[in-house]
């Protein structure tokens, strides 16, 4: 697609609900990152795919979530047994080479992001 | 670890005034910096991506620089316009990992 595409857009779950994010990137992008905003804060990271491989999964927040892109694509993160705590803007971000790589940077592009509240 | 702060947190002016947001950090081992804006309800737009051997980019209004030896980046606004009104965030890219600062919410009064 044009742009990266994140669903739902919004969601509401009972506290101690599995809640599933998707995310659709660039195609042809190598990496894609996922990232939390909490109101009124900026982005914090939360884990980086090259392709299918999870390189870097050190900003999730515990044990409940998880995250796989098992054809280097589409993404998908996961939140089990969610609490009010969770309740935040989930954005996910492609850039088409892994950071750093070539000559010149990447731009990365983000979704509009999944909306979550935990009630 | 890399800490990225932006000041002021929330600005607000006149239409047609220029105007400077500021970028600071603590490493200045970075790949690049861009500056994004941030819409109510949606993602995140890319405005300008400056690489770490460049000093400065220019995208119409809008004007960036980077010193790395200081730590510092400024977003640089000509005459600003109610449509500039958003969240602009500025994010330093390091090897895997992004770092945003909390960013800058501009309202430009018609």
């Known amino acids: 697609g044009a742009g990266v595409s994140q669903s739902p857009r919004y969601k509401v779950a009972k506290r101690g609900q599995d809640v599933a994010l998707r995310c659709d990137p660039i195609?042809?992008?190598?990496?894609l990152f996922w990232y939390q905003q909490a109101l009124g804060q900026g982005p914090e990271f939360l884990t980086y795919f090259q392709n299918e491989a999870q390189l870097d999964k050190s900003g999730l927040p515990s044990d409940r979530f998880f995250a796989e892109r098992p054809e280097g694509s589409v993404s998908t993160l996961k939140i089990q047994r969610t609490q009010q705590e969770d309740s935040a803007v989930y954005l996910c971000?492609?850039?088409?080479?892994?950071?750093?790589?070539?000559?010149?940077?990447?731009?990365?592009?983000f979704g509009e992001g999944s909306w979550l509240t935990v009630v | 670890k890399q800490e990225v702060t932006q000041i002021p947190a929330a600005l607000s002016v006149p239409e047609g005034e220029n105007l400077v947001l500021n970028c600071s950090f603590t490493d200045s081992a970075i790949y690049n910096l861009q500056w994004f804006r941030q819409d109510p309800g949606k993602g995140l737009t890319s405005l300008l991506l400056?690489?770490?051997?460049?000093r400065e980019q220019t995208s119409g209004r809008l004007n960036a620089s980077l010193d790395k030896s200081s730590g510092r980046s400024t977003l640089y606004i000509a005459a600003s316009q109610p449509g500039d009104s958003a969240t602009y965030l500025c994010?330093?890219?390091?090897?895997?990992?992004?770092?945003f600062g909390s960013g800058t919410k501009l309202n430009v009064k018609p």
């Open positions: 195609s042809g992008h190598v990496s």
């Open positions: 971000a492609s850039s088409f080479k892994p950071p750093g790589t070539g000559k010149f940077g990447n731009t990365i592009y």
């Open positions: 400056i690489q770490s051997s460049q």
């Open positions: 994010v330093l890219y390091n090897f895997n990992k992004f770092y």
